[in-house]
């Protein structure tokens, strides 16, 4: 059975950097068929779509995202990792990772961070 | 990247018929057949319930059901019962210019 688990600070001060891995068990990440993907829920609201990662390092990300955030992948640990840079409240969110390239058929239970100082 | 239009609630009876639908565009429902639906729990994380348009995972009941007009995707949930009451989200692949998933609001179903 594949599982995910998010990993990383449950605070992070405004203006600094998050920085979140993501590690699979269960399967490989090496596998040809699936993207890898971080989303985000604020507190009460809904789903947004951060990015998704190949394993051979492609990215895609969310155009409003997209000039803080990076996204790479360690095949060797079988983890990929988000870092956001530039952390505002807003920010704030539980944040997931999940397998999937246009559907998202396996998730992690989600780390809450909390940006404040 | 505009997020999908969901009503923000519904509600029903057990045993009744509930029907959530999903507005975008023709860049993001309308242009693609990959339209997803999620079921969340509170405190839990989303769980896919459908898959391009109408395809069910597996372990996913046949209660629960989905398609597409246009720029509108629905998603329905057939006799009701007291463990469908969560969030249900859509969400669609959005890639006319790049790869773009997008999400809509979420709408908050109620078993009576």
């Known amino acids: 059975q594949l599982q995910l688990q ?84 807003a920010d704030t969110s539980v944040y997931y990772c999940a397998r999937g390239t246009a559907a998202f058929d396996y998730w992690g239970q989600g780390t809450l961070v909390t940006v404040s100082s | 990247q505009s997020a999908l239009t969901q009503p923000p609630s519904a509600s029903g009876s057990p045993g009744q018929s509930v029907t959530i639908s999903c507005t975008g565009t023709s860049s993001d429902v309308g242009g693609y057949n990959y339209v997803s639906w999620y079921q969340q729990h509170p405190g839990k994380a989303p769980k896919l319930i459908i898959y391009e348009v109408s395809e069910r995972p597996s372990g996913v009941p046949d209660r629960f059901s989905a398609s597409k007009s246009g720029n509108t995707a629905s998603l329905t949930v057939s006799g009701l019962q007291a463990e469908d009451e969560a969030d249900y989200y859509c969400s669609s692949y959005a890639g006319t210019n790049n790869f773009d998933v997008v999400f809509g609001g979420g709408t908050k179903l109620t078993v009576l």
């Open chain 1, 6 to 89: 998010e990993s990383g600070p449950g605070l992070v001060k405004p203006s600094e950097t998050l920085s979140l891995t993501c590690t699979v068990s269960g399967g490989s990440i090496s596998s040809s068929t699936y993207y890898w993907g971080w989303i985000r829920q604020p507190p009460g609201k809904g789903l947004e779509w951060i990015g998704s990662i190949y394993y051979s390092g492609s990215t895609y990300y969310n155009p409003s995202l997209k000039s803080r955030l990076t996204i790479s992948v360690d095949t060797s640990k079988n983890q990929f990792s988000l870092k956001l840079s530039s952390m505002t409240a």
